[in-house]
């Protein structure tokens, strides 16, 4: 029998089994990894030696509902398959970020679009087939078909979780 992990822990692990996803609608940006949303602008001269830091407002899953951010210098800590809020074009990644509490030391400047999936670039299909890599679009695709655990092919327990 295949180990079942929830969303969380699936990225980058492979499908054990036929999973229905019609319907599942994707209708915003995703996070490509597990890490932080931010407005690319808020990380300008992010460095390791001057990391720029931002307040964390939210944490949001794959599946989860995208929340409405309208706080500047902000960040939402985001799995891999998470909504991007509106107002935030970018994910930096949780390797190249240290937090403390609810401020997070962002150390590396992103542009807008990195780490992120358009939410246009996400094919549509009824069925994710047993075997598919499960990346960004994918874990998106079972959280908005209302899957909250999946079953793989050999978990490693490998995928990014909040921190």
Known sequence: MSPTVSLSEAEGEVLAEDVDVAGAAIDHDLARVAGYAVAAIDTSGAQAAT???????????????????????????????????????????????????????????????????????????DTLSAGTLLTAPELALLGAAGREQVSVIGADGGGDHFE
């Open 51 to 125: 990391p720029v830091v931002l307040d964390v407002v939210a944490e949001v899953a794959a599946g989860d509902d995208a929340v409405q951010i309208t706080q500047l210098r902000t960040a939402v800590a985001v799995q891999a398959g998470a909504p991007v809020p509106e107002a935030m074009d970018a994910v930096v990644q949780t390797t190249d970020t240290s937090r403390r509490d609810d401020d997070v030391a962002v150390r590396h400047t992103v542009v807008p679009g990195e780490n992120a999936v358009a939410a246009g670039d996400i094919e549509a299909t």
